[in-house]
């Protein structure tokens, strides 16, 4: 029985030792990647759909594409499956909450019910979801496929 105790300690450990190697490869290859999804999925669910009456918009300094204002994190569920999560951390100008939610839901923002942006949400229009959109850009793509195994290969893992 020593013998299979080791083993088993063994394999633990390599799990262990390939389960946090996959978390900082996720965290730190991959940031730059997810920055860029971010910032697409602003443009393509926000900007590109919606040109705003009631304030202007700080786009790359300051605004919903600026990197500096997201926050990133990855871990695993109960499943065992990575989940990354991705936050924009952009405030109203001036202001103490984070925008995000407002853009998405309408809550807590400006005169959410006098903007075209209700008017065309509440009449079938658009949504202005930029997280979900950026899950669907992102799940299953190759390029992050490849980041993963790059990074998995660069601390002497093999995927396949």
Same mark, same amino acid.
């Given at each position: 029985?020593?013998?299979?105790?080791?083993? =088993? =300690?063994?394999?633990?450990?390599?799990?262990?030792?390939?389960?946090?190697?996959?978390?900082?490869?996720?965290?730190? *290859?991959?940031? *730059?990647?997810?920055?860029? =999804?971010?910032?697409?999925?602003?443009?393509?669910?926000?900007?590109?759909?919606?040109?705003? !009456?009631?304030?202007?918009?700080?786009?790359?300094?300051?605004?919903?594409?600026?990197?500096?204002?997201?926050?990133?994190?990855?871990?695993?569920?109960?499943?065992?499956?990575?989940?990354?999560?991705?936050?924009?951390?952009?405030?109203?100008?001036? =202001?103490?909450?984070?925008?995000?939610?407002?853009?998405? !839901?309408?809550?807590?923002?400006?005169?959410?019910?006098?903007?075209?942006?209700?008017?065309?949400?509440?009449?079938?229009?658009?949504?202005?979801?930029?997280?979900?959109?950026?899950?669907?850009?992102?799940?299953?793509?190759?390029?992050?496929?490849?980041?993963?195994?790059?990074?998995?290969?660069?601390?002497?893992?093999?995927?396949?």
């Amino acid at each position: 029985m020593p013998v299979q105790d080791d083993l =088993k =300690k063994f394999n633990l450990e390599v799990m262990d030792r390939f389960l946090s190697d996959l978390i900082d490869v996720v965290k730190n *290859d991959c940031k *730059d990647y997810f920055v860029k =999804k971010m910032q697409q999925s602003v443009q393509e669910a926000v900007y590109d759909e919606y040109e705003p !009456t009631q304030y202007k918009r700080r786009t790359i300094k300051e605004g919903l594409q600026d990197p500096n204002n997201y926050k990133l994190d990855a871990e695993f569920d109960s499943n065992g499956r990575v989940c990354v999560f991705m936050k924009n951390m952009t405030r109203g100008d001036g =202001k103490a909450f984070y925008i995000d939610e407002g853009i998405v !839901t309408g809550k807590n923002f400006y005169d959410w019910k006098k903007s075209k942006a209700y008017y065309y949400a509440s009449h079938g229009g658009f949504e202005r979801d930029f997280y979900t959109y950026m899950e669907f850009i992102v799940v299953d793509d190759n390029e992050l496929k490849r980041l993963i195994e790059h990074g998995m290969k660069r601390k002497g893992w093999k995927i396949k």
